[in-house]
């Protein structure tokens, strides 16, 4: 069955650093864009970025991340990144991967058909 499992979140200061990764199980991984959403206390599920198949593709990201966050893949490990700098006290969330359903790179929630856990990013100020 397909799996996705979140890992890498915790507590860092503002401007830190924190690398999360997913790894994927249970389908063909390289044929599958892939995706990371937030979601804070609260608030809706937000779309944070997408990658295409290729594992040198270039990212697709929200405005609030750009230029921070950079999304990456492994396909021989069958593994999504997000390597997030320069956090912000708003970045604090609990941050899932998510496998496209075919839809391309796409912001939207509905179009992500299976979901990790979450694993939780607390930014301290």
């Known amino acids: 069955q397909v799996q996705l499992v979140e890992s890498g979140g915790g507590l860092v200061q503002a401007g830190g650093s924190l690398r999360l990764s997913c790894a994927a199980s249970?389908?063909?991984?390289?044929?599958?864009?892939m995706g990371w959403f937030r979601q804070a206390p609260g608030k809706e599920r937000e779309f944070v970025a997408a990658?295409?198949?290729?594992?040198?593709?270039?990212?697709y990201y929200a405005n609030s991340v750009k230029g921070r966050f950079t999304i990456s893949r492994d396909n021989a490990k069958n593994t999504v990144y997000l390597q997030m700098n320069s956090l912000k006290v708003e970045d604090t969330a609990v941050y899932f991967c998510?496998?496209?359903?075919?839809?391309?790179?796409?912001?939207?929630?509905?179009?992500?058909?299976?979901w990790g856990q979450g694993t939780q990013v607390t930014v301290s100020s």
């Open positions: 998510a496998r496209d359903r075919d839809s391309g790179l796409s912001s939207t929630v509905s179009d992500y058909d299976y």
């Open positions: 249970g389908f063909t991984f390289s044929a599958y864009y």
């Open positions: 990658t295409s198949r290729d594992t040198y593709s270039t990212g």
